[in-house]
């Protein structure tokens, strides 16, 4: 009897321990099945934002533009593999399809100075040839012929037959190195978490740190196949009230984070570099310092000074062409002097003997090597029309050049990048994401393997190279990946970086017909000028509407007006204005550099610019005070008593410089002596005889 008490007893007790242990081993299981879900949240979150901002692989899209012309295969596969983030840059054999093009361009008045212009090719490009730089979206770039001109150029079209891909994220495309394309619509993380609690969780098997008493760590709960979420709710211990709100708030944080759509993603991911490249921009506390006006003086002070003082790296080996840059430097100096030269005018140059021997020795020393390095259209592909048109046709002409150009590196003793500045923005920049630190990086990839590939770069730090941009964002785009090489820049401004007797103030330069870039050259005698000041344009930057609300329709003397509307009337209005004005205003826009300053030099009308801190073009060689008027922008309301406060045979001085010094500010198809392209050239040899150092 007593032995049946004690086994009852034991019995009893062993029940009651079972008892009293389920409901602790359900809270623990319950626990562990909160903590699993939430690292796995996390794990899934970080694994989606990683995945989206895949690389493609780095050097592909580097092809000869050469073979690029040969082959139109060979273009689409070049391209194949380069993307940025969301935004594809690809040729889709998907998505080339033959379809009518569609003009979907989307106004950029915030972008450009005046009205937008088209993306016009050489004369030499075939619109039948294979081309299609894929933007995303269904958009691409592709070649059309234009039905008014006649001539070739590229515009954003929509392909009909394109589809969004359904594709996951992290699937690797068809025909792609890299996890997601940027056409391809990758749904949301809170999709994918709302997927993931609908589905079982038949193999989930987690360990529970809470459980210390535990034989084995893992903790099966196969037999589970209800939500999660759901179960875990039903039990209320503090612990695993904490585990439910790491969740949500893990769930809350992603759905947050993450934008709402691929072009948002696009504009916002700038942890990438298409060509490989680690480069982060360094940000800025204060991008514009507050810097006083400089007068023409003081802008002539500073640069004898640079000259005197700025010096390049120093080389790492020495090389032969150094010592004949360094020759050609002590030849310029010690120049015999010029007398009665019939060819240039002597008041519009700040020393006509220098420049006369350094061009002549640029001629005969300079060698450029021209990178063939870098695929259609922002690298090898000029824009012949419009305010962006310089860096088009200097490139142009630069490749064509045989007398300067070496097809060895090792002969030159410069080095030409032949980017688009314009190209990068129009391929690249993201709409409305006022975020343009990929392109940027795009560029920096693009030096990175120009630096790994030839030993030219490293020599010097890219002091002996050079690039010639015209887009308002150049400075931005080239201030650390080219910082130490020659910017030829449209934007000259001393506030962004721009410095004096290094970099080269290009002339901005507005090409109507790349066929004829001369038409319409020329205006009325000085005589037959009736029309004392005149401007008309878009009122971009601050400058303009004051300009307007001191001037417009105010006084009969000042014909100032806001944009002319379109159409080829309006145009030759414009330029007939132009043609019979004394002064051409020349105010700054959004940036400091406008294109009527050589429109006025076009059309014989003195420029008077208006814009602080602009270093005028060609300034190492030029003296702008012979034939242009410089006016502070805080002297806009004195406007017309400063025009009528210069005496008739100065004015007459002032158009007759205008007159001399207009063949070098001329686009030939075929380049001429002093003409623009020569020009640009020599400010870029100058600057580098000036500053070039000695191992």
């Given at each position: 009897m007593i032995a049946k008490l004690r086994s009852w007893k034991v019995s009893f007790c062993e029940i009651n321990m079972v008892q009293l242990q389920k409901p602790w081993v359900a809270?623990?299981?319950?626990?562990?099945?909160?903590?699993?879900?939430?690292?796995?949240?996390?794990?899934?979150?970080?694994?989606?934002l990683s995945s989206r901002t895949a690389l493609s692989s780095p050097f592909r899209a580097f092809s000869d533009p050469e073979t690029e012309g040969r082959s139109s295969l060979s273009t689409v596969s070049s391209y194949r593999s380069l993307s940025?983030?969301?935004?594809?840059?690809?040729?889709?054999?998907?998505?080339?399809?033959?379809?009518?093009?569609?003009?979907?361009?989307?106004?950029?008045d915030d972008m450009l100075d005046d009205d937008e212009?088209?993306?016009?090719?050489?004369?030499?490009?075939?619109?039948?040839?294979?081309?299609?730089?894929?933007?995303?979206?269904?958009?691409?770039?592709?070649?059309?012929?234009?039905?008014?001109?006649?001539?070739?150029?590229?515009?954003?079209?929509?392909?009909?037959?394109?589809?969004?891909?359904?594709?996951?994220?992290?699937?690797?495309?068809?025909?792609?190195?890299?996890?997601?394309?940027?056409?391809?619509?990758?749904?949301?993380?809170?999709?994918?978490?709302?997927?993931?609690?609908?589905?079982?969780?038949?193999?989930?098997?987690?360990?529970?740190?809470?459980?210390?008493?535990?034989?084995?760590?893992?903790v099966d709960l196969s037999t589970n196949t209800s939500d999660p979420i759901s179960t875990v709710t039903t039990s209320t211990p503090s612990s695993v009230e904490q585990a439910t709100k790491i969740v949500s708030s893990s769930i809350k944080q992603s759905t947050e984070t993450l934008p709402k759509d691929s072009a948002q993603l696009a504009g916002k991911s700038t942890s990438y570099n298409s060509f490989g490249g680690n480069y982060t921009p360094k940000r800025r506390k204060n991008k514009r310092r507050a810097m006083p006006p400089l007068s023409m003086s003081e802008m002539n002070s500073l640069l004898l000074k640079n000259h005197a003082s700025y010096r390049a790296m120093r080389p790492r080996w020495s090389s032969a062409h150094d010592q004949n840059i360094i020759a050609a430097r002590a030849q310029i100096e010690n120049a015999p002097i010029s007398k009665n030269d019939q060819e240039l005018y002597e008041p519009a140059f700040r020393n006509l003997s220098m420049f006369k021997r350094s061009y002549e020795l640029m001629e005969s020393t300079l060698k450029v090597y021209v990178y063939k390095e870098g695929g259609r259209p922002i690298f090898h592909q000029p824009v012949l029309k419009g305010i962006y048109a310089s860096e088009g046709w200097f490139m142009k002409l630069m490749k064509r050049n045989r007398h300067l150009t070496v097809k060895d590196p090792r002969n030159a003793n410069m080095f030409y990048i032949p980017f688009s500045s314009r190209f990068l923005e129009f391929a690249l920049y993201v709409p409305d994401s006022h975020n343009k630190k990929n392109l940027v990086q795009y560029l920096q990839?693009?030096?990175?393997?120009?630096?790994?590939?030839?030993?030219?770069?490293?020599?010097?730090?890219?002091?002996?190279?050079?690039?010639?941009?015209?887009?308002?964002w150049a400075p931005y785009e080239t201030r650390h990946t080219m910082d130490s090489s020659i910017r030829a820049l449209c934007n000259a401004d001393l506030h962004e970086g721009f410095r004096v007797g290094k970099d080269v103030s290009l002339p901005e330069t507005l090409v109507l017909s790349p066929k004829n870039p001369l038409r319409e050259l020329g205006?009325?005698?000085?005589?037959?000028?009736?029309?004392?000041?005149?401007?008309?344009?878009?009122?971009?930057?601050?400058?303009?509407?004051?300009?307007?609300?001191?001037?417009?329709?105010?006084?009969?003397?000042?014909?100032?007006?806001?944009?002319m509307p379109p159409g080829v009337n309006n145009k030759k209005t414009y330029i007939q204005f132009m043609k019979t004005s004394k002064y051409c205003i020349c105010p700054r826009g959004y940036e400091v550099n406008s294109p009527r300053i050589v429109e006025?030099?076009?059309?014989?009308?003195?420029?008077?610019?208006?814009?602080?801190?602009?270093?005028?073009?060609?300034?190492?060689?030029?003296?702008?005070?012979?034939?242009?008027?410089i006016v502070p922008e805080a002297d806009v309301p004195r406007l017309k008593e400063i025009l009528m406060s210069i005496p008739l045979n100065k004015y007459l001085l002032l158009q007759?410089?205008?007159?001399?010094?207009?063949?070098?500010?001329?686009?030939?198809?075929?380049?001429?002596?002093?003409?623009?392209?020569?020009?640009?050239?020599?400010?870029?040899?100058f600057n580098r005889v000036f500053t070039i150092r000695a191992r």
């Open positions: 809270t623990v299981q319950r626990v562990v099945l909160v903590i699993a879900i939430a690292l796995s949240v996390l794990v899934f979150q970080t694994f989606m940025v983030g969301e935004l594809s840059l690809l040729s889709d054999p998907r998505n080339s399809t033959g379809t009518s093009p569609v003009d979907v361009r989307t106004g950029e212009d088209d993306i016009d090719l050489g004369e030499d490009e075939e619109p039948e040839s294979e081309f299609s730089f894929d933007l995303g979206n269904g958009v691409i770039l592709k070649k059309v012929r234009d039905p008014n001109g006649g001539f070739i150029k590229l515009e954003k079209v929509v392909d009909p037959n394109y589809f969004p891909s359904t594709e996951k994220v992290g699937e690797p495309a068809p025909g792609y190195s890299f996890s997601s394309d940027g056409k391809h619509n990758a749904p949301l993380v809170s999709d994918q978490i709302k997927n993931f609690h609908n589905e079982s969780v038949s193999s989930v098997a987690v360990s529970s740190p809470l459980d210390s008493h535990a034989t084995d760590p893992l990839g693009y030096m990175d393997m120009i630096a790994a590939k030839y030993p030219f770069w490293n020599r010097t730090g890219g002091a002996d190279h050079f690039a010639a941009a015209c887009h308002d205006g009325n005698p000085a005589s037959e000028r009736s029309i004392l000041a005149f401007f008309a344009g878009n009122m971009h930057g601050k400058l303009r509407p004051i300009l307007l609300q001191h001037w417009e329709n105010k006084d009969p003397d000042m014909k100032i007006f806001g944009p006025s030099i076009f059309y014989e009308c003195v420029p008077v610019i208006i814009s602080d801190n602009y270093v005028p073009p060609l300034f190492e060689v030029l003296n702008w005070e012979a034939f242009s008027v007759k410089g205008v007159r001399k010094v207009q063949k070098h500010f001329l686009w030939h198809n075929t380049p001429v002596k002093y003409d623009l392209f020569h020009m640009i050239l020599h400010s870029i040899w």
